[in-house]
């Protein structure tokens, strides 16, 4: 349950800290300038047209694989997480960004492509820095998210 978890102070006042409270409440959001409407990843706070006028704006969670490598091996402290897995970096509908996150898969030989269509679940991960909210990957074939 997303009311049991807190997002860590630092993830809350960076300054990617609305795209961190975003991912906290359920939501992806993503940074746009507010004057020639080109978006961001990572947040800038001068866009290359010259704007100081940085805004956030929510987007679905919903893109296609831009790359991927599947990982089958354990890795030490990452314990929690499900093998096997693929790590894909997704391109966003509407925001044309690159976001790297971690594609559950059914089974080791779930096929894996460039182009596939993934929506993302918004879930919550031990990491060192405490309990951090995080999108989680599905193929759009695998399972209906929504
Ligand atoms: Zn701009």
Redesign the pocket.
Known sequence: MVEEHRLPDELATGPDGPYWTGLAEGRLLMPR??????WHWPSVYR?????F??GWEEVPPRGEIYTWTRTFHKIQGMDEIRHPFASVVVKLDPAGAHLMGMLELESEDTAVAIGDRVLGRFDWVEAKRGTIPVIVWIQESASPVE
């Open positions: 300038c507010k004057d020639c409407g080109q866009c290359a047209c010259g704007s006028e940085q």
